[in-house]
């Protein structure tokens, strides 16, 4: 703190160069405690409107004392009667170092504050309903969503991205605002649908494990994580897809539209049966069926849930990785184990 005051003292007599400059410089972003740093703004104003110098004077006589008593006494020069440039100068000296801590204190000041608004987190959105009745949302770019119940919805505020993006598990009706500079996406189940203006619907509650979008206006891009080529719906189809063989139609007004990538007909033979049922149960009963450890943190699939039917030509590898793609995990084999992670 010494050596602080001692630099200011330094540029209210016009000694300072610019390593002194720089060493206050470093004073201020490393030893300045917040409650100097308001002393030193404070004082800094009320030098400038009453025209005052920047040190207190209590602490311009101790360090004045201090150095007097480093230094042998000198006789006393005669006192000549000073011309006017000789008394203007150290005021216009006491005005240039107010100025110029006033600058490296601001500039201080800017740059903590950018450095706190580069690294503040990114807002995250994490939507439940869990009751009985559809639950409207409206987004900040003025979309609205109608959210079903016992679905989830995730997002997180992308402005540096200028894109829309929404993870969706369950089912949710889409009335997009129109912005052809940020497109408007939603994940579910392993595929992603993209619009810039629309009114659609995506839904992952069917039986069977099928993932359903219906399109009512505008136009909308579908892409599936198997790299297979995008489709593209027009008002009034519903593109309808099959999680575990991938097989996809789109059918309009009750009429197929498009033929289906595989028509394998599947056998109908349930072996098992899950309605909402949450995903570590789910998993359990799934392992002891297939008579396979399957390894999971319990942390990574709660407040998860499973709706499907487990076909008798269904394989354990099949199921678990729609199940994983429908709730973005992973799914890895090691030996005679399953192990799922975030």
């Not at 203007?88 to 006033?102: I, T, Y």
């Not at 690294?119 to 995250?124: D, L, Q």
């Not at 494990?209 to 790299?227: F, M, W, Y």
């Given at each position: 703190m010494e050596q602080f005051y001692?630099?200011?003292?330094?540029?209210?007599k016009g000694q300072a160069g610019a390593a002194d400059i720089a060493q206050l410089e470093t004073l201020m972003q490393q030893g300045a405690d917040e409650s100097m740093k308001a002393a030193m703004l404070k004082a800094y104003l009320q030098s400038?409107?009453?025209?005052?110098?920047?040190l207190p004077p209590d602490k311009t006589a101790a360090m004045l004392d201090r150095l007097?008593?480093?230094?042998?006494?000198?006789?006393?020069a005669p006192v000549r009667k000073r011309p006017l440039r000789t008394i203007?100068?150290?005021?216009?000296?006491?005005?240039?170092?107010?100025?110029?801590?006033?600058a490296v204190y601001l500039k201080y000041q800017l740059n903590t504050a950018n450095r706190k608004a580069a690294?503040?987190?990114?807002?995250?959105h994490h939507i439940s309903n869990n009751g009985s009745d559809i639950k409207s949302l409206a987004l900040a770019d003025g979309s609205i969503i109608h959210l079903a119940p016992n679905s989830t919805l995730t997002w997180k505020d992308s402005t540096v991205e200028m894109q829309r993006r929404l993870i969706l598990q369950g089912k949710a009706d889409f009335m997009v605002h129109a912005d052809t500079k940020r497109p408007f996406t939603v994940e579910a189940a392993g595929i992603t649908v993209t619009a810039l203006g629309t009114t659609f619907t995506v839904n992952t509650t069917l039986e069977e494990?099928?993932?359903?979008?219906?399109?009512?206006?505008?136009?909308?891009?579908?892409?599936?994580?198997?790299?297979n080529e995008d489709v593209y719906l027009l008002p009034g189809e519903e593109y309808a897809i099959n999680t575990i063989t991938r097989s996809f139609d789109i059918k309009k007004s009750g009429s197929l539209g498009k033929a289906p990538a595989s028509t394998t007909p599947e056998v109908n033979n349930v072996v098992l049966s899950f309605n909402n049922e949450p995903l570590d149960q789910a998993i359990h009963t799934l392992g002891a069926h297939f008579k396979t450890k399957i390894c999971f943190q319990q942390e990574d699939v709660s407040a998860l849930y499973f709706t499907g039917k487990v076909l008798k030509k269904d394989s354990l590898k099949s199921i678990l990785a729609a199940i994983c793609a429908m709730n973005q995990l992973e799914l890895r084999a090691?030996?005679?184990?399953?192990?799922?992670?975030?």
């Open positions: 001692l630099l200011l003292e330094k540029f209210k400038i409107a009453d025209k005052q110098q920047v007097h008593a480093a230094i042998e006494t000198e006789a006393v203007l100068l150290p005021l216009s000296v006491a005005a240039s170092v107010l100025v110029m801590v006033g690294t503040a987190p990114m807002a995250s494990n099928k993932v359903a979008v219906k399109l009512s206006e505008g136009k909308v891009r579908i892409h599936t994580t198997d790299n090691t030996g005679d184990s399953i192990i799922i992670s975030k």
